[in-house]
C-alpha cells in the first residue's frame, strides 16, 4: 500500500480536521538509521552530514512522518562538559558527569550551540534533513529536558539526593540547562526544524508530582512558551508512568505528548485527550524489537482502538526510541499497519 | 532489656524518616547499651527500609526519598556492622548485579542492590555498562545464586538476552536464576527472552529474589549481614 500525501500535508489535513489518508504514524527511529545507511552507530555521533544522510535515507525507506535528530540524550549536557562514551556500534551513554558536587555549579556555564560539543554538527544535520526533505516531512532536533539534563551535570543519584537536600542547587543547575537549551532552541528554529522534547528524569517513576511541579515544570514552561513563541509546536516526552502528572505536561504548553508504553493511551485520552494530541505507545523492545510482525501489527491496532478518537488526534507511535537493531520488517509493519487502519477510527 | 523493642523502632523509624545523623546516634546507642548488633540491624534499620520500600510501591516515596533512606541505613551499618558476632554470615544467599552493556543509568540498580542487602542478601556489584560475558564469568566464579540484570534504556535490552544464551552454552544455566527489570523491560519481556523472573521495582526484587532462592520469609534471612 502506497500513502497518498505527503507527511506534511497529512499533518497540515489532520490538524484542520480534514480527512486523512491515515494517521501520522512515528515510530520513533533513532540509531536504527545508522543501519539503513549501513554505518556503525559511532560514524554518525559528531557528524553531521553521516547523521542527515542515515535519517534521511531511513525516512525514505520507511515513509514515517517526522524526522528526529537524535543519536543520544547527552549532547547538551556534554556541550557544557559533561562526558559522553561512544561505543563502537551502540548508542552513547553518560561516561561522567560535568562536576561531582554543588560546589562545581558555579564553574557552568551555558552551551553555545555553535560551538560546543558535537552540537554544530546535529545544527548542520538538521540544515542538510531541511535541505533535502523539509518540503515534505517535519524535522525535529531532539532537546533534552532541563531537570534531566540537570541530572546529567551532576549525576542522577546526586541530583535525587539534592531534590530533598538542598533544593536551591538543583534549581541553579535547572536555570543553567535551561539557558543552553534555549540557546539550542534557538538555534535548532534557526535551521528550519523544530526542537522535540525528551525529559525522562522528570518521569513518575522517579519523582513525585509535587517534585515535577517543583523542578520540572517551571523550566520546561519557559522552554515551550519560547518555542511557542517562534510559531513552533512542541512534542513532549517523558519516559515511564506519568499519568499523575499528564495535566502538568499540558499545563507546560506541550501541544503533543508522546505516552511512554508504562501509561495507558486510552487513559491518557480520557484525562488531557481534549486538550493535547497524544503519541504512543507499542512496545519498542518487546514489540518491535523482538516481536513478529502479526504482533507489530496488533499492537498497532490496539493504540489505534485506544485513542484513535482522541479529540485532539493520535500519531501512532513507539512508546519511546527504538532499539538500533529492531527489524525493518517490524517499523514497515507499523506503518503498514497505520495505512491499513486509515484516516478513520478502527471499530 | 526493656528498651530494645524501643530502640528498634526508633531506629526504624530515623531510617523511613531519612534521618541520617539519627540512624548514626541510635546505632551507637545501641551499641554502647549492648544491644545484640545484628538484631538492631534486623529489626531496626533493615526494619525501615522495608518500611521505606513500601512507600516506594505506594507511590508515597519516589527515588529522592528512597535513597535518603538508604544513606540513613548505611549510616546506621556502618556503626552496627562491626559489632556483629563472628559466626553469622556464612550462608548468604549470592546475587550478582549490574546494568547491562550500553546504559550507565544506575539509580535502579542501586535501589534493587540496597533493597537486597537490606534484606539479607550477598550482592557482587558489577557496576554499571557491564558486558554480557563478565556477569557470566562472574556468577560462575563467584557461585551466584542469582544474576539481577536492570536497564533503563531500549537500546541495550537486546545485552539481557544474550546474558541467558551466554549461561546456556556455559552450562550454568540451571544453576543461576536470572532476574531481570528497569524502566522498559516487562514481564513479558522477561518471559519471551527466557528470564527466570522480572520485578517492576526494588521493593518487589526482594520478593523474586526470595522466591527465585526458596528464602521466602525473614526467618530466612537469620544469616544476614
Not at chain 1, 518491535?288 to 485513542?307: K, P, Q, S, Y
Request: hydrophobic share 40%; with cysteine; charged share 25%.
Amino acid at each position: 500500500m502506497k500513502d497518498q500525501m505527503t507527511p506534511l500535508e497529512r499533518i497540515a489535513a489532520y490538524n484542520k480536521g480534514d480527512s486523512v489518508d491515515r494517521l501520522p504514524c512515528v515510530p520513533i527511529v533513532g540509531n536504527t538509521a545508522a543501519r539503513v545507511t549501513g554505518v556503525k552507530v559511532s560514524e554518525l555521533r559528531g557528524d553531521g552530514a553521516a547523521i542527515a544522510r542515515a535519517h534521511v535515507a531511513a525516512y525514505r525507506l520507511f515513509g514515517y512522518d517526522n524526522i528526529r535528530i537524535f543519536t543520544d540524550l547527552y549532547t547538551l549536557a556534554e556541550a557544557m562538559g559533561a562526558r559522553a562514551r561512544q561505543p563502537e556500534d551502540e548508542t552513547a551513554y553518560l561516561e561522567a558527569p560535568a562536576i561531582s558536587d554543588e560546589g562545581g555549579i558555579s564553574s557552568l556555564s551555558p552551551a553555545d550551540p555553535r560551538r560546543d560539543g558535537h552540537l554544530p554538527e546535529f545544527l548542520k544535520a538538521m540544515d542538510m534533513a531541511m535541505d533535502a526533505v523539509g518540503k515534505e516531512v517535519p524535522v525535529t532536533g531532539a532537546l533534552t529536558g532541563p531537570f534531566t539534563n540537570a541530572s546529567f551535570l551532576i549525576g542522577a543519584e546526586k541530583l535525587s539526593r539534592l531534590v530533598l537536600k538542598n533544593p536551591e542547587a538543583v534549581h541553579a543547575l535547572c536555570e543553567l540547562s535551561l539557558q543552553s537549551a534555549l540557546a539550542y532552541a534557538e538555534a535548532i528554529i534557526g535551521t528550519g526544524a523544530a526542537p522535540s522534547l525528551t525529559d525522562p528524569m522528570s518521569s513518575g517513576t522517579v519523582i513525585s508530582r509535587r517534585q515535577f511541579e517543583t523542578f520540572s515544570f517551571p523550566y520546561l514552561k519557559r522552554l515551550i512558551d519560547y518555542i511557542h513563541g517562534r510559531g513552533k509546536s512542541v512534542t513532549l516526552h517523558i519516559c515511564g508512568k506519568t499519568d499523575k502528572i499528564w495535566d502538568l505536561m499540558a499545563d507546560a504548553g506541550a501541544d503533543c505528548l508522546s505516552i511512554d508504553n508504562e501509561a495507558s493511551l486510552e487513559d491518557a485520552k480520557l484525562a488531557v485527550g481534549g486538550r493535547v494530541r497524544l503519541m504512543g505507545n507499542v512496545r519498542p523492545s518487546e514489540v518491535m524489537l523482538l516481536g513478529g510482525a502479526e504482533e507489530v501489527r496488533e499492537a498497532t491496532l490496539a493504540c489505534i482502538r485506544a485513542a484513535g478518537d482522541s479529540p485532539k488526534g493520535l500519531i501512532v507511535a513507539s512508546g519511546c526510541s527504538l532499539p538500533t537493531e529492531t527489524p525493518f520488517a517490524n517499523i514497515h509493519k507499523m506503518l503498514d499497519t497505520a495505512r491499513e487502519a486509515g484516516g478513520g477510527r478502527v471499530a | 532489656m526493656p528498651n530494645e523493642k524501643e530502640l528498634y523502632g526508633l531506629l526504624s523509624d530515623a531510617v523511613v524518616g531519612m534521618d541520617e545523623d539519627g540512624a548514626a546516634s541510635l546505632s551507637r546507642r545501641a551499641v554502647d547499651e549492648g544491644v545484640d548488633a545484628y538484631e538492631a540491624i534486623d529489626q531496626g534499620l533493615a526494619d525501615g527500609m522495608e518500611r521505606a520500600g513500601a512507600l516506594f510501591e505506594e507511590e508515597e516515596y519516589f527515588i529522592p526519598e528512597l535513597l535518603m533512606c538508604s544513606d540513613a541505613m548505611y549510616a546506621g551499618l556502618d556503626v552496627l556492622r562491626p559489632h556483629i558476632k563472628a559466626d553469622v554470615g556464612a550462608d548468604r544467599r549470592k546475587v550478582v548485579i549490574g546494568v547491562v552493556e550500553g546504559d550507565t543509568h544506575d539509580i535502579g540498580k542501586n535501589l534493587v542492590k540496597i533493597m537486597l542487602e537490606s534484606s539479607g542478601f550477598d550482592i557482587v556489584d558489577l557496576g554499571r555498562d557491564v558486558p554480557p560475558a563478565r556477569f557470566v564469568e562472574e556468577a560462575i566464579s563467584q557461585k551466584a545464586d542469582v544474576i539481577g540484570l536492570s536497564t533503563l534504556m531500549t537500546t541495550t535490552m537486546a545485552g539481557m538476552r544474550r546474558v541467558i544464551e551466554l549461561l546456556e552454552e556455559a552450562g550454568a544455566r540451571d544453576r543461576v536464576k536470572v532476574m531481570v527489570g528497569g524502566g522498559p523491560v516487562s514481564k513479558s519481556f522477561a518471559d519471551k527472552i527466557g528470564a527466570d523472573g522480572y520485578s517492576k521495582n526494588a521493593a518487589e526484587a526482594v520478593r523474586l529474589a526470595r522466591e527465585l532462592t526458596g528464602t521466602a520469609g525473614p526467618e530466612a534471612r537469620a544469616a544476614a549481614f
